[in-house]
Structures are given as C-alpha cells and as structure tokens.
C-alpha cells in the first residue's frame, strides 16, 4: 500500500471504544485502545494516502454481560438495571463509522 501510496485500512471495532457502561472495564479498555491505535495510524498514513476506518458498531447481543465479573470477582451475570437497559436501547440505534480528515479537528 504504502509503495503504491494507495489503499484503505478497515478496522471493527465497538461503541464500547467511545463509551463505556459499567463492568465491562476490560472490553472496554481494549476498545478505546484499538480505537486510539487506528486513530494514529491514520495520521501516519495520510502521507502516503491510505485511508484508515474504524467501524464502530452498537450494542449486539452477545454473553459478554453474562461472563463480565464485578469488582469482588463475582460473576456478574447479565442482570441489567434501568440506566444500563437505556444504554443498550440508545446505542443499539447507533452505528457509526469514522474517516477523520487529518486536516480537520480530531475532537
């Protein structure tokens, strides 16, 4: 790519990497880490224009809420309260994908 000074790096990522809910610490860690590292791949390279995406998808049903572990090392178990079941609801509408322009504001 870089010799041909074209090419297009997809990466999957989750909502998670933008916000994060409750005892998902870990999961949500390595997100906003993924998200982070693509982000300055794609500074790195707009110079040989490649373009980097980070696809950032909402919430899918999966056993992650029911392997997730509290703080004491117990087993969380899935059981959602109110906030987290709006969080769900919220970000199950939410898919986003991001190119950011290098030349424009990263905020």
Not at 20 to 36: L, V
Not at 61 to 78: C, E, K, M, P, Q
Request: glycine share 6%; charged share 20%.
């Amino acid at each position: 790519m870089i010799k041909r000074r074209q090419g297009h790096i997809v990466a999957i990522s989750s909502i998670q990497g933008k916000m994060s809910i409750p005892f998902r610490s870990a999961y949500a860690a390595s997100k906003h880490a993924t998200q982070a590292f693509f982000d300055c791949l794609r500074a790195e390279m707009e110079q040989y224009e490649i373009e980097v995406t980070v696809i950032s998808p909402g919430y899918i049903h999966t056993n992650l809420s029911v392997n997730a572990i509290t703080a004491d090392g117990s087993r969380y178990g899935g059981k959602l309260s109110t906030s987290l079941l709006t969080w769900k609801r919220r970000v199950s509408l939410v898919f986003t994908l991001e190119t950011v322009d290098p030349g424009k504001s990263w905020n």
